[in-house]
């Protein structure tokens, strides 16, 4: 073997683990967000742990911390992995507002029905619901990611307020429908709930 310096492989970055770069990959930060998903979604927000979110994606827990920091900041990302709002938030507000309460609604609705992203959603809700670090964690996302970047795009006086009462009414149906599981709510279609509730969110949206 020569005397020459390796040069396969990335650098290590200030503060990242050296025991973690054997488990280090291309999908290490997607198997940290899996299993943090699954641990919020089967043990609540308030026992979960970095240990355990580490632990169940086969990585040291130094590496959670150095993708993600503290296990607020793993909450926030595994929020965002089942909500997407890079790609939603633009197919929301499309072209134009015409239509943008029918397209949150749907939007919505499809995020809760479909099996994969429901789970930790529930965790997520009932999390905030009985502890403030979650709450303020949910808060954080929903305003910064989601509610600002609509409200920019609203030409209506308080934008910010009025995405706020969109959200309000979509938050509301999902603890009623899959949380509480309130009938008939429960048992109705996406369908009927879309064309109920889409003129009140296009009126929240735009009417002035």
């Known amino acids: 073997m020569s005397g020459g310096v390796p040069v396969t492989g990335a650098r290590r970055g200030p503060g990242r683990p050296p025991r973690a770069e054997a488990a280090e990959g291309p999908d290490a930060r997607t198997r ?3 299993a943090a998903r699954a641990e919020f979604a089967e ?4 026992k979960t742990s970095v240990r355990g979110i580490a632990k169940a994606a086969g990585v040291d827990p130094a590496l959670v911390h150095h993708y993600f920091g503290t296990k607020d900041e793993v909450f926030a990302a595994a929020i ?7 790609l939603i938030v633009p197919a929301v507000l499309g072209e134009s507002t015409e239509g943008i309460g029918e397209r949150l609604a749907r939007y919505f609705l499809s995020v809760w029905e479909n099996p994969a992203t429901r789970a930790p959603l529930l965790a997520v ?11 303020k964690v949910l808060r954080g996302f929903v305003l910064r990611r989601v509610l600002e970047r609509v409200a920019a795009d609203l030409d209506v006086p308080d934008p910010k307020f009025r995405a706020e009462l969109a959200a309000s009414h979509m938050i509301g149906i999902a603890i009623l429908r899959y949380v509480v599981r309130v009938e008939p709510l429960a048992s ?3 369908d009927e709930i879309v064309a109920t509730v889409a003129p ?6 735009t009417e002035a």
């Open 32 to 34: 940290i967000l899996e």
């Open 43 to 46: 043990r609540g927000y308030d």
């Open 80 to 86: 965002e992995v089942s909500f997407e709002p890079e």
């Open 125 to 135: 809700i009932r999390s905030a619901l009985t502890h403030e670090a979650a709450a």
């Open 188 to 190: 109705a279609t996406p």
């Open 200 to 205: 009140t969110l296009q009126r929240y949206l």
